[in-house]
């Protein structure tokens, strides 16, 4: 699923950044409910963001309204500011936006006291555009949360694992042919089309070979153009470096046909 954001007259779309290798996944755990409920305050500011161009303060405003219990209890709140969930209790800590800063916005959720998730606290923020962090505490240890986290099993086969770069990559190939009714021309600089992915969730981003990748979290993207106008071509690149998809290539060309190459016993 992908998402399309309006900030500060900027157009650009969000897709769900994938976690950093090695973070745990804890379904079953009560952490689940913090983390998925986070998640889904996120995705509720970045909707508000498309339609507003800022984030806000008001979860009640962005439409975050976290479920209560099945017996309907819900979370004690701290103050006013909070909005319950079963166990936990979240609230916008800060928020800055256009004109006299870049759109930002951090939140955080508290397990109530009494329940099997007091201790436990989560923190999000969006400190850019094209950067999320996610992280959990308990018992004074602090870890991040990956994307992938409290989901089905099915999240985690081969195609999902692919996702970020299939996505990203037929993003390009939008960028690219708006790019071509503008300029009449295709472009290899991918900061040039606009095209910013999301890093990892630990704030970290795929390493890149020189200047002319661009990197994610789990892929590197580039784009090779060919010819002068009219009659230019281009193909570009997606590569998994992490994961059990490293190795795997995808390119996509001016005709949006995507091809994936995948690595000898891949998710095997």
């Known amino acids: 699923m992908r998402w ?24 079953g755990s009560v952490d689940c409910e913090g983390v998925r409920e986070m998640k889904a305050l996120f995705v509720a ?21 976290p479920p209560a219990c099945a017996d309907g209890s819900r979370a004690p709140v701290p103050g006013p500011e909070w909005v319950a969930g079963c166990r936990f209790a979240y609230r916008v800590t800060a928020v800055t936006g256009y004109p006299d800063a870049p759109a930002t916005f951090t939140a955080t959720a508290q397990g109530a006291a009494g329940t099997a998730a007091a201790g436990v606290k989560l923190l999000i923020s969006r400190p850019s555009w094209d950067k999320v962090v996610f992280t959990l505490e308990r018992g ?83 784009v090779e153009v060919a010819g002068t106008a ?4 281009y193909i570009a690149t997606a590569r998994a470096i992490s994961g059990p998809i490293a190795g795997t290539t995808m390119k996509i060309n001016e005709t949006g046909v995507l091809t994936i190459t995948p690595v000898p016993g891949m998710c095997q």
Do not use: H
């Not at 954001?5 to 804890?26: H, I, R, Y």
């Not at 009219?230 to 071509?233: E, I, Q």
């Open 4 to 27: 399309l954001s309006v900030v500060g007259g900027l157009c650009f779309s969000w897709a769900p950044p994938a976690m950093a290798d090695g973070t745990p996944v804890e379904c």
């Open 45 to 65: 500011q970045i909707n508000f963001a498309g339609v507003t161009s800022r984030f806000s303060m008001d979860l009640a405003a962005v439409g975050f309204a």
């Open 140 to 222: 004074g240890v602090r870890r991040f949360v990956g994307w992938d986290e409290c989901l089905p099993a099915a999240s985690f086969t081969c195609d999902a694992q692919l996702r970020e770069g299939t996505q990203n990559i037929r993003e390009i190939f939008i960028m690219e042919r708006a790019f071509l009714q503008d300029k009449e021309r295709y472009s290899s600089n991918l900061e040039e089309l606009g095209f910013f992915p999301m890093g990892c969730t630990d704030g970290t981003r795929a390493a890149v070979p020189d200047s002319s990748w661009t990197g994610g979290c789990r892929f590197i993207y580039s």
């Open 230 to 233: 009219p009659a230019m071509t």
